[in-house]
């Protein structure tokens, strides 16, 4: 196993068009978060999953995103209606759970919309 | 609720002088924390994480912090820096709920030859 794959690495697209993120967690890890970063900043809390279900969502997850986990393994986020404001780098990363575990994050996926 | 702060966003030092980055946080609870780095086009790396055992915890790559409670503190710390230390370096609490971790806004490490 490689670690937390993030696919595409880079999306640009036009406003108002929906865009897709696919995340790949370590096989064993059971938790995964989403997690957003835009430039100069520290990489903000979005939502997470225990295996399939969603436990908790940040408030900057508006209704134009939406993220699932099938069977608990990989995960997609997805971003409707881009607007110039979502432009930012995506981070994915995956976890055993167990209180201070280490998080392991992926490359993120650049978005940048225009 | 739980936040971070990092108190310089650019720290510059010449190489083979020691680095400090410094890190103050709130937290309602016993707090774990951690200080990741994150290098150009690479993913966030974790250099060491404090989990309530020893106050003073050792990295990778010849760091260390130090917990100190009364001072809600946990400053990052290296005697000697190289070259490839230049990166990205994120001050991150998390509590019990959820180990949702909060990044502080980073602080840019230059290392002058």
């Known amino acids: 196993d490689t670690g937390v794959s993030q696919n595409p690495r880079h999306k640009i697209t036009k406003r108002g068009q929906n865009v897709t993120f696919r995340c790949d967690p370590i096989s064993e890890h059971n938790r995964l978060y989403w997690y957003r970063q835009t430039l100069g900043q520290g990489p903000e809390f979005l939502t997470y999953?225990?295996?399939?279900?969603?436990?908790?969502k940040s408030r900057l997850l508006s209704d134009r995103f939406s993220a699932e986990r099938p069977k608990g393994s990989f995960s997609t986020l997805e971003i409707q209606r881009t607007e110039q404001g979502d432009s930012a780098m995506y981070l994915c990363a995956s976890s055993l759970g167990y209180r201070d575990t280490e998080a392991f994050f992926g490359q993120g996926t650049r978005l940048t919309v225009v | 609720a739980q936040s971070v702060t990092q108190l310089d966003s650019h720290v510059s030092v010449s190489e083979g002088t020691p680095v400090l980055l410094r890190c103050n946080y709130s937290s309602s609870y016993s707090p774990s924390l951690f200080w990741y780095v994150q290098h150009p086009n690479k993913g966030l790396q974790l250099l060491l994480k404090y989990t309530s055992a020893a106050t003073l915890v050792k990295g990778i790559n010849g760091f260390e912090a130090e917990f100190k409670k009364s001072e809600t503190s946990f400053h990052l710390t290296k005697p000697s820096a190289h070259m490839s230390d230049a990166a990205e370096y994120f001050c991150?609490?998390?509590?019990?709920?959820?180990?949702?971790?909060?990044f502080g806004g980073g602080t840019r490490l230059m290392v002058k030859p």
């Open positions: 991150v609490v998390s509590e019990w709920a959820g180990n949702m971790l909060t």
């Open positions: 999953f225990q295996n399939e279900a969603q436990l908790e």
